[in-house]
């Protein structure tokens, strides 16, 4: 029988085991349906695990009162190892799961889920400082969809890519029907064909309205809401304007500015801060919107199908959100924290991402081409302006295999940074 995404290996999962074995206390975050109860719950039951697990999810009435009204007599009834799902509507929990596993002093005691990860955190760095891991997961990566999710390693220019292994080089068509299509697993099973991708965003919109947004935002008009995150995913890729965004939606820019808040900490955008330091003041300090599944901005901004996607005005966009969220699933689902930002001068001179580590930059260009020029690097040199050590670099876009363009940077094809 085929396989249900359901099923698929998600990179995370040797992460959780080994934290697990660290901390007593494990929280993961991300945004609805990508897959977090669903991993946690194969964990619980894989062979081998060392005791059974009890789940249990917050978004029952009757156990989500009792959380909140009794959460001692809560924790009682429930011993761990336990799995509690959406932590978030029961914040008073954690200090007495502090307590508990403080008196215990066991590890893997308490594993957590949450949907609202800012919303969260200050919670549990007051309750949880020093016995918690916290690590993050977004939809399914571009190798997890394909069952090579086991193996995935942080995407860095220059490294022998871990990236996912399709049949032959794809074809622009197959690459804008994933973009299109979007990371969520229940958008992926394969027993009984694709589901319907328009039914399940309608309905996933309808449930994240009803009810992060209105815990998040205490919004009135859910219309005018909707308006903001379609203004949203229209500028996917483009520097944040929260005064256009606030003209275009009539609301004031104080409110803009909360609901932007409110899709970063439900985890539907990413804001790519801009590199900078002190001894340059020429560089833009505005951050880049990026929505993080391509397929939900593209339903936004109502796009009917690949091809018109791909033929479209926002095709070059939703191809540089594609690859920036697959890069950060690259890091996130290994564990990583992602140090990423973008470079952009007063002279437009600018480099989609820079990947910072060990003191070296490695810049990143995304183009949709299957052929770039030298051209494609011209503004890597700039870095030297700012006194980092430049790392190798790396052109992403639409070749069918990975190739050098000079001694410093490679051509890399968009689908394996993935």
Known sequence: MPMKA????????????????????????????????????????????????????????????????????????????????????????????????????????????????????????????????????????????????????????????????APGAPALGWLYERIWRGAFPALHTTDDGLPDRDLFYGSYLQTYLQRDVRDLAQVGDLAVFTRFLRSAAARTAQLLNLADMARDVGVAPNTAKHWLSVLAASGLVWLLEPYHTNLSKRLVKTPKLYFLDTGLAAFLTEWTSPATLEAGAMSGALLETWVVAELLKSYWHNGKQAAFHYYRDKDKKEMDMLIVRDGRAYPVEIKKTAQPGRDAARHFSLLEHLGLEIGHGAIVCLAGETLPLTSRVDIVPAWRVA
């Open 6 to 165: 359901d099923f698929l290996s998600r990179t995370l999962a040797p992460t959780i085991e080994r934290a697990s074995r660290q901390f007593p206390v494990l929280l993961l975050t991300g945004p609805r349906q990508v897959g977090k109860t669903t991993l946690l719950k194969r964990l619980a039951e894989r062979k081998g695990a060392p005791a059974p697990r009890r789940y249990v999810t917050l978004d029952d009435p009757m156990l989500l009162q009792l959380a909140r009204e009794e959460p001692a007599l809560f924790l009682q009834r429930l011993p761990p190892p336990l799995l509690i799902d959406e932590i978030q509507y029961a914040p008073g929990l954690l200090p007495l799961i502090k307590q508990a596993v403080d008196a215990d002093g066991g590890k893997g005691l308490y594993w957590l889920t949450g949907s609202q990860p800012f919303h969260l955190m200050r919670h549990v760095t007051e309750s949880l400082a020093g016995r918690v891991a916290i690590m993050h997961l977004q939809g399914l990566s571009l190798s997890e969809s394909l069952g090579q999710g086991q193996s995935v390693t942080p995407f860095l220019p220059g490294q022998p890519s871990s990236g996912a292994i």
